[in-house]
């Protein structure tokens, strides 16, 4: 044989051999499922996922509050609050009663809320109110406080809604403290929400959370109660449920919820479900759901028909719509507001926070997340989601179409001031 003809024979032999590694690569990607390749993601990121939790879904105002109750009753050392707001209604009563109640037996009460937060609810909680919390052993305080000039203090709000008990028990989710999670409001009917309870390894980084903020504004060095009290509390009844706690902290952790919605779409092999109240996506997530229709994924999501805020149901009907002409199912809830944050993935995960899909929660403010790499969990959210479209329009150009002129033009408009949203 040849040189030339030796050299062409080696080529040869070395794209085959090349030819079956990629075959074999390719092979690997199509069997590395959705929830795998995300938990490998996160811990690159140094995000911890914890294994010995228990999780359990509160798929309504009253089964929080329930819920909630229940816990603050038997709380034995301390009581941790975190909220955007605390709406001064019946439900703040109930609850502020309660934590007085638990303060009087020794046990230790803190909770924070955002300034702007408090400001934007019409039944805000007034100096006179927090005077009478505090008076009561409640320790209560104001997270950046509205001064002149107002502007400085638009952004970077705590939009968190997070409880700590005895730092074993852990809430977060969609709902702030309010009665119309139960009551609905007059203007857009039911509101319709969700949280998650968890119990094990993650409540400590929803514990660690809450010291950093309270340490911020107050400079007061407080101990982690799961820490403290673990080997004297109740261990959590354990079913394996992996567990990993985003918080998005403006200056430390940017980018956190858009890159985490960004490759969980990406991660996706079969279907994205997303139900939020404000689909005014950045553009790397809208890309990213562009991405996936590309690629034979479904695509389901889920707007109300209804908002508490002007401009965003018309912002967010000119997005879906984009996503309805190449190929995504649009749902239009119609049983009232549906407030919820929630994303499953290939029915393999899901998560549950106070995200929003708007430039406020992806850009500027303080959020959090709990993902969950449980299959039980995130069917538990796919029937919810299945329940809810009963409840839905199916989004079709004949009826984005019956939309007015007006209307379309705001839904523009709105969609140009995304970054602001």
């Not at 004297?232 to 992996?242: E, F, L, Q």
């Not at 689909?279 to 889920?302: C, D």
Request: proline share 3%.
């Amino acid at each position: 044989m040849g040189k030339s003809k030796l050299i062409l024979f080696l080529l040869f032999i070395s794209l085959l051999n090349n030819t079956n590694a990629y075959s074999q690569i390719n092979d690997s990607i199509d069997t590395y499922t959705s929830d795998s390749m995300m938990i490998d993601i996160l811990q690159k990121e140094g995000i911890p996922i914890t294994s010995n939790n228990k999780v359990k879904l509160l798929k309504s105002g009253k089964e929080k509050f329930n819920d909630l109750f229940d816990e603050v009753r038997k709380a034995k050392h301390s009581i941790e609050l975190e909220y955007f707001n605390f709406r001064n209604d019946s439900i703040a009563k109930t609850l502020f009663e309660l934590l007085a109640q638990k303060a009087r037996e020794g046990v230790k009460v803190r909770a924070l809320f955002d300034a702007f937060g408090n400001m934007s609810n019409n039944k805000p909680l007034k100096k006179s109110h927090l005077k009478a919390i505090r008076e009561s052993g409640v320790e209560i305080i104001k997270y950046d406080p509205i001064r002149f000039p107002w502007i400085n203090h638009v952004l970077k709000r705590d939009h968190r809604k997070i409880i700590i008990i005895d730092g074993k028990i852990g809430y977060t989710g969609g709902m702030n403290i309010a009665d119309y999670y139960i009551t609905g409001l007059p203007k857009i009917g039911d509101w319709r929400d969700m949280h998650v309870k968890i119990e094990g390894e993650a409540v400590k980084n929803l514990q660690d959370i809450f010291i950093s903020m309270w340490e911020k504004i107050t400079k007061e060095k407080i101990d982690s109660d799961f820490n403290k009290y673990k080997d004297s509390i109740d261990a959590p009844v354990i079913n394996g449920c992996n567990v990993a706690i985003l918080d998005r902290w403006p200056g430390k952790t940017p980018k956190i919820m858009r890159e985490f919605y960004v490759n969980s779409i990406n991660s996706a092999k079969e279907r994205i479900q997303i139900i939020n109240p404000y689909f005014v996506p950045t553009s790397s997530i809208q890309k990213a759901l562009e991405k996936a229709l590309k690629r034979g994924v479904n695509v389901q999501i889920m707007i109300p028909g209804k908002s508490d805020i002007y401009f965003t149901p018309d912002a967010a009907f000119y997005n879906v719509n984009k996503l309805r002409k190449k190929g995504a199912e649009i749902y239009i809830f119609n049983g009232g507001f549906h407030h919820a944050k929630i994303m499953m993935i290939d029915g393999l995960y899901c998560t549950v926070g106070s995200t929003n899909l708007n430039s406020r929660s992806l850009r500027y403010d303080y959020e959090v997340n709990a993902v969950i790499f449980n299959k039980k969990v995130a069917s538990e959210l796919i029937n919810t989601f299945n329940n809810d479209k009963s409840q839905s329009t199916l989004l079709t150009k004949e009826i984005y179409d019956k939309r007015t002129p007006w209307k379309k033009f705001v839904g523009w408009f709105a969609n140009v001031l995304t970054p602001f949203l």
